[in-house]
């Protein structure tokens, strides 16, 4: 991303602090970071923070006697390869949607020549409401880059999406944006087919056996697909994640409606990566009614899931079957030896311990020829690593 030039805008809202840690890896990459800011954004990050972070002079008044003619809103934005908003207010997307333009990052917004990719941030029902949803879909139906939101805690207190995407992950999107990858495009005309989060297996109606998996690394591996060029479906267990780009989403809840999702597209796909962290017991008998507290204990019998990665790669023409190994201990002797049980050509393998929820991973690739290290970086990141990967391992189709 050396000397790529790109402007970033600041809204107002309390996610503007995350533009202080945006900026300076932006910097750290490489990229010339020109930086405009709402009057908003001024109350909640200073002018003097961001131009010690970019090395830069911070542009705010549309009127601002620094440039000649006063023409801002033409000038600054004519030598930038991106424009940025993080975060991006739900009434700046408003403006955007539909070309308003009364500031002087708004204005240069709508007199670009160059992309524009924003990151939204705002409350969870400012988020949901019909009009953000029919803005956001506006946006991208004109060519604008929408990342995120997240979900999660809120300064508000509550709960939900609409969170801004995480700094290193906005900046993951920037340098693959950037990017002239061999990958995109490598998987043009393949089917994917994903599994990503974890599954619950009931106990009684108000209790389940689950797992930590938060989906993320799934969901990257789908959107990496898809970006790509492949044609993803994706099959999820219950997690609060948006469904990526183009990617056609399965919500299941158990192991068994996993299987029986993956076993009605297994066969058309060319590529079977099962990332979802599938339980391998299942309550035998679960109660229909709540089981009450009796005896200061309970008891539960368990029997066996199916081994949906397994039944796959034993078909008679299996698709590319890559398989995820999270250890918490011993991770080369364990994953080498999934590879070698299962029969797969790939597996991924990681520590649980430095993988499930977070945001970042480190990765490392298994097969016949030994270990290939991807590194640590953001989960978005080392999916489309695993994905350029795959799509070299693929026979060339004739």
């Not at 602090?17 to 020109?34: F, I, N, P, Q, S």
């Not at 830069?56 to 930038?80: C, F, K, T, Y």
């Not at 240069?108 to 705002?122: I, S």
């Not at 409401?129 to 979900?151: F, H, K, M, W, Y």
């Amino acid at each position: 991303m050396t000397g790529k030039r790109v402007l970033l805008g600041i809204t107002g809202g309390i996610a503007a602090y995350k533009a202080a840690e945006l900026t300076r890896l932006l910097v750290k990459a490489g990229a010339d970071v020109r930086v405009a800011m709402t009057e908003a954004a001024t109350h909640f990050v200073g002018t003097a923070t961001m131009q010690a972070l970019s090395g830069q002079a911070v542009w705010s008044d549309l009127w601002d006697p620094r440039v000649n003619d006063a023409m801002g809103h033409i000038e600054l934005s004519r030598d930038r390869d991106l424009i940025l908003v993080a975060p991006a207010s739900a009434d700046f997307m408003a403006k955007l949607a539909h070309g308003l333009c009364d500031d002087l990052l708004s204005t240069l917004c709508v007199a670009r020549r160059c992309p524009l990719m924003v990151a939204p941030a705002m409350n969870v029902e400012m988020w949901q409401n019909p009009a953000t949803v029919r803005n956001a879909e506006t946006l991208r139906a004109d060519g604008v880059q929408i990342v995120g939101p997240a979900s999660g805690g809120q300064a508000c207190g509550e709960m939900g999406m609409g969170r801004m995407t995480e700094p290193a992950d906005i900046l993951a999107d920037v340098q693959f944006f950037f990017q002239q990858k061999p990958a995109a495009g490598s998987l043009s005309g393949r089917r994917v087919l994903v599994t990503a989060g974890p599954t619950e297996e009931p106990v009684d109606p108000v209790r389940v056996l689950t797992n930590t998996s938060s989906g993320k690394m799934g969901y990257a591996v789908a959107r990496a697909a898809r970006e790509a060029g492949a044609e993803v479906t994706l099959i999820s267990g219950p997690v609060s994640l948006p469904t990526p780009a183009g990617v056609a989403r399965i919500d299941v809840r158990t192991a068994r409606e996993m299987f029986d999702a993956v076993k009605k597209d297994a066969s058309s796909a060319d590529v079977f990566i099962s990332v979802a962290a599938v339980a391998d017991y299942r309550v035998k008998n679960p109660s229909k009614q709540k089981i009450k507290k009796a005896n200061g204990h309970l008891s539960l019998e368990l029997e066996e899931n199916p081994d949906i990665l397994a039944w796959v790669a034993a078909l008679p023409k299996p698709p590319f079957c890559v398989g995820f190994a999270a250890e918490s201990e011993n991770l080369a002797q364990n994953a080498k030896a999934k590879l070698a049980k299962k029969k797969l050509p790939l597996i991924v393998g990681n520590l649980a311990q430095e993988a499930m929820g977070r945001d970042d991973s480190a990765i490392t690739l298994y097969d016949a020829k030994g270990e290939h290290p991807l590194g640590h970086g953001p989960k978005l990141e080392l999916a489309r690593k695993l994905v350029e990967h795959v799509a070299g391992r693929l026979p060339h189709r004739k």
